[in-house]
């Protein structure tokens, strides 16, 4: 059980992970249309480097004005593209907004709660299992499709080729052992009315294991 956010076990904290181009977008979507609010860690990640917040002020005073575009934001590509090649100024950037991203987690969790303690609230985590959050949240949803159809759709998507593709992929955790995190497993490998089923399902199954506290873990897939 959660024990990041004492006091109150009413609410349920989902992680929402997966892999590239496995559809988690499209999952939260319809969670979020069932009655689950969403707190993004990506959305999260820009907010906390916008100008005047603490992590901006870290990043350019360690990687200096090069780094700003000219209306003064973080230009996020060539920030990126720094990092990529070093890996002590990853660890680095990764020291000023990590910390503030749970800043705001914490908060956003917070406000969803005053408004509804009963939430059951998703946080769409792409690095959740990389970075070793589990224990941020009462349950774990993995969307699932195989390599090949991540690979089929990062070709159709970015317009890459089969290899770019692959050889993003192989720069990831594979999709197959992020499964065995998983509490819950939605499988989009069938189209989108399939989707909906398993995720309509989830939503029971979320709610049920809220009535009881928690307890029980379950998967789903179109098996």
Do not use: C
């Not at 159809?149 to 593709?165: F, H, K, P, S, Y």
């Amino acid at each position: 059980m959660n024990t990041f956010f004492p006091g109150n076990e009413s609410r349920l904290l989902l992680g929402v992970t997966g892999g590239i181009a496995t559809g988690k977008t499209a999952v939260a979507k319809m969670l979020e249309e069932l009655g689950a609010p969403i707190v993004d860690f990506d959305v999260l990640a820009r907010v906390v480097v916008e100008p005047g917040k603490p992590a901006y002020e870290q990043i350019v005073a360690f990687f200096g004005e090069e780094v700003l575009q000219k209306d003064g934001n973080i230009d996020r590509k060539r920030l990126s593209d720094i990092v990529f090649k070093d890996v002590e100024k990853r660890k680095k950037l990764e020291g000023f907004t990590h910390p503030q991203i749970g800043v705001e987690f914490v908060k956003r969790v917070n406000e969803i709660t005053a408004a509804n303690p009963n939430a059951i609230i998703q946080v769409a985590v792409p690095l959740l299992i990389e970075a070793n959050l589990q224990h941020l949240f009462h349950k774990i949803l993995i969307v699932y499709t195989s390599r090949e159809t991540q690979i089929e759709r990062l070709v159709l998507r970015d317009g890459i080729t089969e290899e770019e593709a692959t050889r993003i992929l192989d720069a990831q955790l594979p999709i197959d052992e992020k499964v065995g995190y998983a509490d819950f497993v939605v499988n989009n490998e069938k189209g989108l009315e399939e989707t909906r089923k398993q995720v309509e399902e989830l939503w029971k199954q979320l709610k049920d294991l809220q009535k009881q506290g928690g307890a029980g873990d379950a998967t789903l897939s179109s098996d």
